[in-house]
Structures are given as C-alpha cells and as structure tokens.
C-alpha cells in the first residue's frame, strides 16, 4: 500500500463525483480498477500547457503588407488546399508525419487509448513521466500506472513519446520561497533514471523529450536561474545515455515556453527566472545543443490568433477582449511566427533538424462555467473555431515540411483533472467536462492524415 496510485482515491472520487462517466460504469470491480487509475495521476496532472505568455517588451511592427518572421525570413502565405492536394505532399526526409496528442492515458488506458488509435486515427500518443513524484527515495520508482500506457499503446499500434521532468526533492539541495520543478543536482542521477526506463520499455518508446519549458523557472527552479549551457550539458548527458541504450529512439530537446520577453528575480538581479525563447534559442545553439537532439522541441498555446497569421501582418480581431497580440504584438503570440523561427534559427546554424512540436492547440471556455485565471483568452475563442484551428495547424504542420511530430494538447484533462472549468488544462481539451466530444474532436478524427 505504498504505492502513490493508492494515496489519494478519496480525493479522486471527490472530483468526479456526480460525473456521467462513473454513473456509466456501473460495476464495482470497474470503479475500482478506475479509481487505481486515476489516482495515479491526482498528486498533479502529468503535463501542462505552455505558460501564458508574459507581457512583451515592446517590439517595432513591421509594414502590414509584409510578413517577415523574426530575422526576417519572408513566411509563405499557406493557401487552402483540399484533401486530394495535401496528399500529393511530397515525403518527409526523416519520416513519416506523426500526428499525436497529450492525453492523462493512466486513467482509464483501455478506453482512452482506443480514441486515440480508432476514433481521432491519430498514431502517436504523449504521456509525461513525473520523475519526482512516483520516485519517494533513490532506487525507487514506481512504474506501474506508465506500463500499463506503454503496454496498451504498442498493443493498438501507437508509438510513444514520453516527457521527462522533474527531480525528486532527495536529488536536490536549492529550494526557494516558492520550490518548483528543478533538474537534480548531480546530473548522473537524471542519466541513470533514464537508463532505467529506456531499459524498461526497449521497444517500446519511440521518443523521449528531455525536460519541458527550461527557459521558466517554474521549470528550472535552481539557484543561478535558467541557464541555457546547463540545459544543453543536461542534454548532452540524456541523448549519449539513450543512444547508448537504444539508438532507435528519437531524442526531442526540451520545448521552450514562448514567452516572448525576460525578467530577472527582484532579490537577485543576476538570477534569470525567464528568457526570451528564441533568445534562450540562440544561447543553445551556441552551447551545441544541435549535436545531442534528433528532433527540436517546440510549444506553442494558440492565444486567440489563428495559426497562419504571423504576428506583424497587422492582423487585429476587434471583438477580442484580451489584447496582448493585438494592442503589444511580439512573435510569442503567433503560432505561425514562433515555428517558422525556430526553424530559421536551426538552418541559419547549418543544420537541417526537424521540429517536434509537442504540445501546440487553442483553448476556448464556451460550454464551461468559468475561466482558468491568466488564460482569459480563452473567453475570446470559440469550439468552432477550436475545431478549426487545430485541424488547420495540423494541416499547416505537414505542408511546411519542416515539422516531423505534432502533439495536440490535450485530450482529456478537462474532466480527469478533479478541478473542473478553472484548471489550466481544461480549455484547451477537446472533450468536455463530462467526457463528452466537443466539435474538435470530430473534426481531428475526420481530418485526413496525410504521412
């Protein structure tokens, strides 16, 4: 009974209760292997979404007529293309298109996984690894609830990529007011529980994302602030450790938050507590960060844009009631412009590295009671547009040809996660609060995917 899926089936059973999902699974046995589940996850969501980004520093707007992604590469204007055209796409130098999405798959693997596989036909799922929370002491770890997901995913023919974060507090030393996420403080730690796991899953997994938004100190809690070179070392050490154990296994760098703008801690003016993204770009390609990635991590949470429009094309949506993109533009509110500039930041690098953007979508709050706080633009997207824009920026992906995985988030935190229309994940979960479909959802299934 040590187990941590054991420790908090009252709180889950509080969360959900009046749900027409547990009214449906009426056995007992089932509520019980159900409420194992969940559990495995209740302590904190495995994942989250790209942190709204922060209010950028002002930046000159380029001529309306123009659409230039930061360092001035001249974007395509993506035309509409039927289902006939994009399938002529010519074929990815490095594979197959994935097309993926981010689902809380411990609660309820069986059912979770056959929508992923049979319903949206999607061939890649994304499940986070909680280091910190299902590893009490060193040496141990609890595997169980991510068998059961690996296992059941192979079995229907999906591959799988695994996002590795955080440290368990016995492997670190620096704690602030506020103790958030933090690599370990001797890296061998982290190499060592990634052996383990690739040894676990031999293949198994397909990819492993090395950390998740680094350039946040929610993210990289250490005492000298976010730093670029010690992520790229910890890269390093993740991508010799993996290739060593299974070459076959595509190693994502950590996707950046796209933040758009930097801030030093008040107490300590030489602490960063969060970077730019493509200036924190620049300073890992400096530090070779190119050398230990086959795929470069990328984020981006929609806002209220749609995902063809750069953020200096003077796009402005009137009825919109948050205004970051439209009264402060910067890259970080596009879509468009944060992917394509990553990309001219690698190939200005001489390199031909593929994108794996793994978490992107569009949060709406229509059909919730509420708002998560700091997500406020959610208020200003609709599902129909919802189901528009993930579909198109699927679309977009592939036409572009220089993304190899796509990952949708989410699928389903909205009525796993036990808090309901206020938790971050929600808005963005093309299911509802009670489990049911939302427009995206049939839209995702039905839209062609093209290899």
């Not at 309820?108 to 799922?125: C, E, G, R, S």
């Not at 300590?268 to 890992?284: A, G």
């Not at 990952?407 to 963005?428: E, V």
Request: glycine fraction near 8%; include cysteine; proline fraction near 8%.
């Amino acid at each position: 009974m040590d187990s941590p899926f054991l420790q908090h089936i009252g709180d889950f059973f509080a969360g959900l209760k009046g749900s027409r999902l547990i009214a449906a699974a009426a056995v007992w046995a089932a509520l019980f292997l159900l409420a194992l589940a969940c559990a495995f996850g209740w302590i904190k969501l495995p994942g989250g979404q790209s942190a709204p980004a922060k209010t950028p520093a002002p930046t000159a707007t380029r001529p309306a007529n123009s659409t230039p992604a930061p360092g001035g590469l001249i974007l395509p204007t993506p035309t509409p293309r039927s289902s006939e055209a994009q399938a002529t796409l010519p074929p990815l130098p490095w594979g197959e298109f994935g097309y993926g999405i981010a689902a809380h798959a411990i609660a309820m693997p069986d059912y979770t996984l056959d929508q992923i596989a049979h319903q949206l036909k999607f061939n890649w799922v994304k499940q986070q690894v909680r280091w910190d929370h299902f590893s009490t002491a060193p040496g141990q770890m609890d595997w169980s609830g991510y068998d059961v997901v690996v296992n059941f995913a192979n079995e229907r023919g999906l591959k799988v990529l695994l996002s590795v974060v955080g440290a368990p507090k016995w492997s670190r030393t620096y704690f602030d007011a506020n103790p958030e996420a933090a690599p370990p403080d001797d890296l061998t730690l982290f190499t060592n529980f990634l052996g383990e796991m690739v040894e676990r899953y031999k293949g198994k997994i397909h990819a492993i994302e090395v950390w998740n938004e680094q350039n946040l100190d929610r993210e990289w809690d250490t005492a000298e602030g976010v730093k670029a070179t010690a992520y790229v070392e910890m890269l390093r050490l993740a991508y010799q450790t993996i290739k060593a154990r299974d070459p076959n296994i595509i190693v994502i760098s950590g996707a950046l938050s796209p933040t758009g703008a930097s801030a030093t801690d008040p107490a300590n003016p030489n602490r960063v507590i969060y970077m730019d993204d493509f200036l924190y770009f620049q300073q890992m390609i400096g530090a070779g960060f190119l050398n230990y990635a086959d795929c470069v991590g990328a984020h981006h949470n929609g806002i209220n844009m749609p995902p063809d429009i750069a953020w200096d094309e003077g796009y402005n949506d009137p009825t919109a009631t948050f205004r970051g993109p439209f009264d402060n533009p910067n890259h970080s509110w596009s879509f468009k412009s944060t992917l394509w500039g990553y990309h001219e930041m690698v190939q200005k690098a001489g390199s031909n590295k593929p994108l794996c953007v793994t978490e992107f979508g569009w949060a709406t709050s229509e059909g919730f009671d509420a708002t998560p706080v700091g997500f406020e633009f959610a208020n200003d997207n609709t599902l129909e547009e919802q189901a528009k824009w993930d579909v198109q920026a699927f679309q977009l992906m592939r036409q572009w040809g220089f993304v190899h995985l796509a990952f949708l988030w989410n699928l389903d935190y909205s009525y796993k996660g036990g808090i309901g229309a206020t938790d971050p994940n929600a808005p963005y979960s093309i299911l509802d609060l009670r489990g049911a479909a939302r427009p995206a959802y049939g839209a995702l299934g039905e839209m062609p995917k093209i290899p």
